[in-house]
């Protein structure tokens, strides 16, 4: 069975700092995909970043990049220059192998990220 | 090229009254998925459909939820004789078979069951 473990209930950093996300998870698959998204209040959840467990870059987007440390099993979501906009839950999430019926994703429980002014 | 639309938005019904939700996916989008999010949990996934076939069904909270997607476009989500442990937010998403890893969600349907 997936597990996704998020550690921080809930975080308050200053706006424009960097800001780490952790996230661990379990897995027995080999090949796995390991996701982040974004909800804000409104309660859409939004696409930031997608990291496969075969990629031996981390993977980024924007302001958004992924820590992936695989023999560590996790994979930690970095903000750089943290936004007034970025307050929201984040989820870390995976999902196991392509067509092995485990399509869904697990999710962790989130981390609800307050940005300062 | 609108995104993943649900409907209706909330829900307020009486205990042991069925429900039932519709969720129209991003349009030729191969893969549509539901998912129940509890107040201060991540979502939990419950179903999901390739086409108009149905591939994942074990987690399915109880025999009293059911989905359907008989043409491979847009889906419902059944909930019969509905009980106060399933208030929550009910997520739909889709995805392309081909390319996109993500997973695009909707608003969301709120069920609040009094």
């Known amino acids: 069975a997936q597990k996704i473990t998020q550690t921080q209930p809930g975080m308050f950093v200053q706006e424009k700092e960097a800001v780490t996300l952790d996230c661990t998870y379990d897995t027995s698959d080999q090949s796995y995909g390991l996701f982040w998204y974004k909800q804000p209040s409104s309660g859409e959840m939004i696409f930031l970043i997608y990291q496969g467990s075969y990629d031996e870059q981390n993977a980024t987007e924007g302001r958004y990049s992924l820590n992936f440390q695989k023999a560590r099993k996790s994979a930690n979501l970095v903000i750089s220059a943290s936004q007034l906009g970025d307050s929201a839950m984040y989820f870390c999430?995976?999902?196991?192998?392509?067509?092995?019926?485990?399509?869904?994703?697990?999710f962790g429980k989130g981390t609800h990220l307050i940005i300062q002014p | 090229d609108t995104g993943v639309s649900q409907d209706p938005r909330h829900k307020i019904t009486k205990r042991g009254q069925n429900v039932t939700f519709r969720c129209d996916p991003i349009?030729?989008?191969?893969?549509l998925y539901w998912y129940r999010q509890t107040l201060g949990q991540g979502p939990e996934f419950l179903t999901y459909?390739?086409?108009?076939?149905?591939?994942?069904k074990s987690r399915l909270l109880s025999d009293r939820f059911s989905a359907e997607r008989p043409k491979g476009s847009f889906s419902t989500l059944e909930i019969q004789r509905t009980e106060q442990g399933d208030s929550a937010m009910y997520l739909c998403a889709s995805s392309d078979l081909v390319g996109d890893v993500e997973q695009y969600f909707g608003p969301g349907t709120r069920l609040t069951v009094t």
């Open positions: 999430a995976m999902r196991g192998p392509a067509g092995g019926g485990a399509d869904g994703l697990t």
């Open positions: 459909f390739q086409n108009e076939a149905q591939l994942e």
């Open positions: 349009s030729e989008h191969n893969r």
